[in-house]
């Protein structure tokens, strides 16, 4: 530290008067901090500051090492400047300074503030610079021995901080003259490094502006250098690394921050290390080596900046294609920091913060105990390692809000195998600065990410050595994901990667799914309300009946119900009650009618206002009647099914009205600005009505936006939120050449951008705060082709959606609201596969994508896992109806059977392979009988289901697996099979019917397809 560090002292408001010196004190910090310091002195003066009545600091002369010192640090805590060649000595009654004149016309404002503050007189010793001092240090010597006349001991103790060595002349002069006063001298280091541990609001955002720092030129300028550098091949040294980042400290600007340059400075040159050789001491140095990035290899970066003198440290491990042991090694680091981190709270022992990482450590690589550092770091602040602070296993301090750490840990030589020298050896490092709160610890260098994904890179991907499998099933060529197989020499691959990161994912999700969970099923948006059906009450008294006719069945369209003779009595039941209707016809042509009710208890019944009032009430669960007029029966299924249909769709809008929003009258800009208008721009889907559809113009007005035509009519305003819009081109009558074509549809990108541009420049100002909008641009280099609903689309993500703005009806999923996704049919033989997303609102149905092609498949899973979104993988399509019902029903056990898990095919045992293809959720072809209609599938989910399933019905099918719910006519048809002997191919035939029925496509059996080969 030199005196140029001087200017990192804050904004003045005291100066020396007449001086014309551009340096002041604050004196309100001053004050402050001299009565912390006296009042600490007289509170741990036995135990910290040696039981010295007297204590002095002689800062040493300037140098161009960089270096801390106590002394140092004490004249930038109490006067904001470092005064070299400076002698302060504190006594009870008096602060004496003996230094030259230029400093002690600085110092002479502080007087009054010392009176005042702790009612000391402030002495100048003013020193020429031909005079050697003696005479003013025996001038001090003598106020001392008369302030400590009255004393118990003989002689005074004199505290100084004995572990500075003298500097200088004057330093030196003085270390004689102490020496030969006789007084009995202490070391008063500790009770300055406790002085300085706990930090102030000020100091604590010194800390905050130099993490700042530090992070930026981390994210901005050293990872970006070294992608740049492995990417492109080129040949770097550490060195020069060091020079490159030490320049974007001094020059913030570089590295995207506003900090004046006067205010900022490096703690150590930057650190960069490869090639086996590693140092993991913050003194070690950056050699002239190359940078080493083979396969296997490790690079080391630390930064550490200062902010007025305040430091902070980070440092990060690079892993370039890891290997297993490297992978499992930087797990186990992450995961001790992240826990030594976890144990920095108020109250608690400084060893907690060591003995955590080494608890990890211990039981997760026990062997790797001797390469763990000996400490999880050291306090931070004016010095780089504030002495005392030491984060080991023995330090018994106890920490406190406002104490900063640089929590580093690492390990050191570790070994692997490998036929390069250079990357047999690895040492591993991270190092944060930590801030501890009243209430929670703050990582302030946590903007620099070191989870796996983050800092793990695969640069030889396409070096891989591509394994094929083929399938003999029906000639195909099998499509396998490049990214599942390993190189010869077992290098990670972005697979195994994606591995890890997703069963850590899986780990927060079955925690999160859990807490959702904890508050009982009911838990979800308000869209659940919705869909219970509403009191059903056909007939508020017996009068309202319609009168019987022959006791028969009746279905009461004013009133939707379906009277049913019961002990002779006619019984209504609201038709909402009824879950299925069928009817079937024996050989001795006696017609049957069974009518299923919806009761709670039963899968796919949902929980209504009405079943939770009446819990203890009993319920009908069918009824079955016989006939001998087989057209009346057919007339009530018909008029049952139309009836029931109507209500459905009657519901689904009402429930679908209830989600609606009001929307609240546009602001139009009027005279407070201009509206930016975007013209000839169609709008999807086009109004109604004849005639082409016109193009329109975009206004942004001042709480949204107002598209209109030419046409009084035709406007849509659209507020508070932004949905996408697509700019569409005019298309010439005739063909142009090509490249007017592309300066067309340059001109049009540009105008469509510059509307952007100037509508997020209206959203920046002051008064459009509270919107908090912005714009999402689709990443179509993402994007897939796939089935949302019933024609082909490109679907594209955002950076918080997943889009189809082209094909009506749109698809807009929001990524927060995704519990997981499943992606179905994904096998060896399978040209296409299915995406399920399931919703964190369990009561919603989940979202399926089908027919994606199976070449998306790892750039899906690849954004799937960018976005820390949880994914499964499974060969058939599973039941979510009665997974999700299952799930809200008894959400405990649910949790106790490890969660999402029983989705994970690979934690399964290969040899349960063939059970796993029949899970639980899935609804396989000889299920209950009932469960097989489209009636039970229609209205699976609740009273208020899209009548598009039951619009889709084949009468044909549905009779035929009507006769099937009936286990006499199951015994007939098989017999009748028997007799005509082919009951082979009865049996194929139903299975067949059946297969189609569930309008799924399903895999092929286990047998025909070959095991994925588990490749290593």
Known sequence: MTDHRGANGQHPNGTAPGSGNTYSINLDNFSKRLKAMYSHWNEHNAELWGSSCVFAVATPPPSEDLRYLKSSALDIWLLGYEFPETIIVFTKKQIHFLCSQKKASLLEVVKKSAKEAVGADVVMHVKAKSDDGVALMDAIFKS??????????????????????PEGKLLETWAEQLKSSGFQLTDVTNGLSDLFAVKDKEEVMNVKKAAYLSYNVMNNIVIPKLESVIDEEKKITHAALMDETEKAIVNPQLAK?????????????????????????????????????????????AVGTRYNSYCSNLARTILIDATPLQNKAYGVLLKAHEAAIGALKPGRKFSAAYQAAFSIVEKEAPDWIPNLTKSAGTGIGLEFRESGLNLNGKNDRLVKAGMVFNVSLGFQNLQCESKKPKSSNFSLLLADTVIVGEQNTEVVTGKCSKAVKDVAYSFNEDEEEEMTVRAETNGLEPFMSKTVLRSDNHETSKEELRRQHQAELARQKNEETARRLAGGPGNGDNRSAAKASTDLIAYKNVNDLPPPRDFMIQVDQKNEAVLLPIYGS?????VATIRTVSSQQDTNRNCFIRIIFNVPGTPFSPHDSNSLKNQGALYLKEVSFRSKDPRHISEVVQQIKTLRRHVVARESEKAERATLVTQEKLQLAGNRFKPIRLSDLWIRPVFGGRGRKIPGTLEAHANGFRYSTTRADERVDILQTLGGAKRSAYDPDEIEEEQRERDRKNKINMDFQSFVNRVNDLWGQPQFNGLDLEFDQPLRELGFHGVPYKASAFIVPTSSCLVELVENPFLVVTLSEIEIVNLERVGLGQKN???????????????????????????????????????????????????LKTITDDPQSFIENGGWEFLNLEASDPESEDEEESDQGYDPSDVEPESESEDDDSDSASLVESEDEEEEESEEYSEEEKGKTWEELEREASNADREKGNESDSEEDRKRRKMKAFGKSRAPPSSSIPKRSKLR
């Open 833 to 883: 596969f299915d995406m399920t997303i399931v919703f964190k609102d369990f009561k919603k149905d989940v979202l399926r994508i089908d027919s994606i092609p199976s070449t998306a498949l790892d750039g899906i899973k690849e954004w799937l896992d960018t976005t820390d979104i949880k994914y499964y993988e499974s060969r058939l399509n599973l039941n979510w109806r009665q997974i």
């Open 144 to 165: 001392i021995n008369v302030q400590c006349k009255g004393s118990e001991n003989d002689s005074p103790i004199f505290g100084c901080i004995a572990r500075e060595a």
């Open 570 to 574: 006619m019984v209504p039941f609201h």
């Open 257 to 301: 921050v506003k900090l004046k340059p006067e205010n900022v400075d490096i703690c150590y040159p930057p650190i960069f290390q490869s090639g086996g050789e590693f140092d993991l001491r913050p003194s070690a140095a950056s050699n002239d080596e190359n940078l080493y990035y083979d396969s296997a290899s490790v690079i080391l970066c």
